[in-house]
């Protein structure tokens, strides 16, 4: 068994403690849209809590996936299915990023966009009641 830090994958826990630190590797490169995150997390944290407090009020959540989530889960539910729809668009907005840096801001643009309306939405039926 060799005694380096990077042996190969048939050296055993050296070879998978070496595949570990070449990934790690891979994911350590700088996100390339913090500013877009930041408001995408912002959103939808104000998405989570509109959400939560007109379901209190007597409301309905129209999105059936969401809804799946609540009836299943709770506010924890909502808060899993809301922040795993935020990494699969980071990861998605790193990924198209990589190949075309034009689309992947427009991406997240888009992400931003979208993931607002039910936002402004929810702020509209709230300051109607």
Known sequence: MRSDRFASAQ???LGA???ILRLQTAFAAPLR???GYAWLLLVAT???VLTWTIL???GTELNPLAATAIEHGGRAG???WKFMTVVIFVFTCEAVGRRHVMAGQRLIFTAVAISAFPVV???V???RY
């Open 46 to 48: 104000l998405d989570i």
């Open 33 to 35: 849209y913090t500013d």
């Open 17 to 19: 403690r070496a595949s």
């Open 56 to 58: 209190h009020m007597g």
């Open 125 to 127: 039926l709230l300051a």
């Open 78 to 80: 909502i808060i899993g």
């Open 11 to 13: 050296d055993g826990p």
């Open 121 to 123: 939405w929810s702020t």
